[in-house]
């Protein structure tokens, strides 16, 4: 097991807390973090983008001219694909672009992810801490404290609504719930910021580390 030291919003040292090999000192499997970031920006999509056919074209019920004697081609409709104003060939449709991985591969991908950035030192754990009201500038001196300069993501054990107030005008902080903590975001933030208490809650019930 590896440990990490554990911070105050002053930037001080409070201690060391481990980090489990169970989410922290796994082998980290690519591939199937590649295919759990592809999973998530899938089904993010909206997949709203839609055209009409020439079926869904108002108008063009009637013969444009007769078939015979005009000297110009054959046309049944002013809403042919072929004419300006007509419906669209093969154009995109709504549809869901999602597609279904497996719990566990979906697991393994974000103890990869996790594992990746506690062997490159790029996850710390910060004493629990709540702020009377939203303040902006008292959370900004906390990650000034720490000398935090790349883009965090702040993983909290509950909802704090003062808090995730006080940061959401960091451009370089994104917060989550231990919940909702998923392979994406561990990936697309430069480093990951524990809260004792969140880190002690993804850790719980995880007795053998060996477990897959």
């Given at each position: 097991?590896?440990?990490?030291?554990?911070?105050?919003?002053?930037?001080?040292?409070?201690?060391?807390?481990q980090l489990k090999d169970y989410y922290f000192g796994?082998?980290?499997?690519?591939?199937?973090?590649?295919?759990?970031?592809?999973?998530?920006l899938a089904a993010a999509r909206s997949g709203t983008a839609a055209t009409k056919p020439r079926g869904m074209v108002r108008g063009g019920g009637s013969k444009p001219w007769r078939q015979k004697g005009t000297g110009r081609?054959?046309?049944?409709?002013?809403?042919?694909?072929l004419w300006r104003g007509g419906g669209t060939i093969h154009g995109p449709q709504p549809r869901d672009f999602s597609f279904k991985v497996n719990r566990k591969v979906r697991k393994l991908a974000l103890r990869s992810a996790l594992s990746?950035?506690?062997?490159?030192d790029l996850v710390m754990v910060l004493e629990d801490f709540s702020l009377?009201?939203?303040?902006t500038?008292?959370?900004?001196?906390v990650f000034e404290a720490l000398g935090i300069d790349d883009y965090v993501l702040l993983v909290l054990a509950d909802e704090d609504d003062n808090l995730v107030k006080s940061v959401r005008n960091l451009p370089f902080v994104e917060v989550t719930w231990v919940r909702q903590l998923n392979t994406y975001d561990v990936l697309a933030n430069d480093r990951v910021i524990f809260t004792r208490s969140s880190l002690e809650k993804l850790q719980e019930g995880v007795?053998?580390?060996?477990?897959t």
């Open positions: 097991m590896k440990e990490v030291p554990v911070y105050d919003t002053e930037g001080n040292k409070k201690g060391d807390v796994c082998e980290p499997n690519i591939p199937v973090m590649h295919l759990e970031v592809r999973r998530q081609a054959r046309a049944g409709s002013i809403r042919s694909p990746t950035r506690a062997e490159e009377s009201e939203p303040r500038k008292m959370a900004a001196a007795e053998d580390e060996g477990r």
